[in-house]
């Protein structure tokens, strides 16, 4: 089984908006509802690459988190977590002209408590021991406290399962002493930690502290670091694009069918890159399907670097 924690999820709304004026009303068109938050994103990437067990770990609030459930199971993916106060956060994407085309407003979600996050953290340790492997992606929800990912991966790490991180500020900050065994981390929130432009060097850094770093420049590939091994991957995209909301998600469900299949380096970085290319490729958002991936998995270049 996948095991994908997903603390603070959301109900991802793509809204269209043809002509956007600052300071006045503007109508939308048309708007799309779709599950979200980054570690469904990952569970909903990796059911669709073939992954026979997908579980999503979160709290569940109000009636948007009974629909986001709901939508799990439609898909033959199991939820469990607290149900608390208030109501699981909405996520707005714009499809406008430029320069707020993709804009995106991120809701604040419910207000957890201690006994929530100590409910959740039990049932964390319920479920993996029928985990193959381990994805954390995304932020926690008001209320929680600063080292929820960091006390995950050592209740993994205890039982010999690897962990997929993906995730930033003070939760990253706490979770990297505990090594993670692969951390995702994208060109901006690399610059943020380690303090260089450079994304290679940037997954040099990281890769101190995981046994796999995995850090992403958009259209301009991916750096991958593995004993010792820097490789970069790239898969150009020729036919129409969506949205790359999203692609770095299902770019860590890719690295999460890898480990789990102890593919190589570079088998790891061609699938995790077809994966977050595929994304782009259909209007849903934090999407992709399978005959995608098999069909960009074999244009993924790749190259070594010193």
């Known amino acids: 089984m996948i095991l994908c924690v997903c603390p603070n999820p959301s109900v991802d709304t793509l809204v269209n908006v043809p002509q956007f004026s600052l300071g006045q009303v503007n109508r939308v068109t048309t708007e799309q509802h779709y599950p979200g938050g980054k570690g469904i994103h990952v569970a909903m990437a990796a059911r669709e690459l073939g992954a026979d067990k997908v579980h999503v770990l979160g709290f569940w609030a109000g009636p948007t988190g009974i629909w986001l459930r709901e939508r799990l199971a439609h898909r033959n993916i199991a939820a469990s977590g607290p149900a608390v106060d208030g109501w699981t956060r909405l996520c707005l994407t714009f499809r406008a002209p430029e320069p707020y085309n993709e804009t995106e407003l991120l809701g604040v979600g419910p207000v957890i408590e201690h006994k929530d996050e100590d409910e959740l953290k039990t049932v964390f340790n319920r479920l993996i021991s029928s985990a193959s492997i381990v994805t954390m992606s995304g932020s926690w929800p008001v209320g929680a406290g600063e080292s929820g990912y960091g006390d995950l991966i050592r209740s993994c790490a205890g039982r010999g399962i690897p962990t997929v991180l993906d995730c930033t500020g003070i939760q990253l900050e706490h979770a990297l002493p505990e090594r993670p065994y692969a951390v995702h981390l994208n060109a901006s929130e690399a610059e943020a930690v380690f303090h260089t432009q450079d994304p290679a060097k940037a997954a040099g850094c990281l890769a101190k502290q995981c046994e796999l770093s995995i850090v992403t420049d958009g259209p301009r590939g991916a750096y991958f670091v593995a004993n010792g091994q820097l490789i970069h991957a790239n898969c150009r995209i020729e036919s129409q694009q969506y949205s790359s909301v999203g692609s770095g998600d299902c770019l860590v469900a890719g690295i999460a069918l890898a480990i789990s299949r102890e593919l190589p380096l570079m088998e790891t970085a061609a699938l995790a890159c077809a994966c977050g290319a595929a994304n782009c490729l259909r209007p849903e958002l934090g ?17 070594s670097l010193p």
């Open 287 to 303: 999407m992709l399907y399978r005959a995608d991936v098999d069909r960009l998995l074999p244009t993924v270049k790749i190259r």
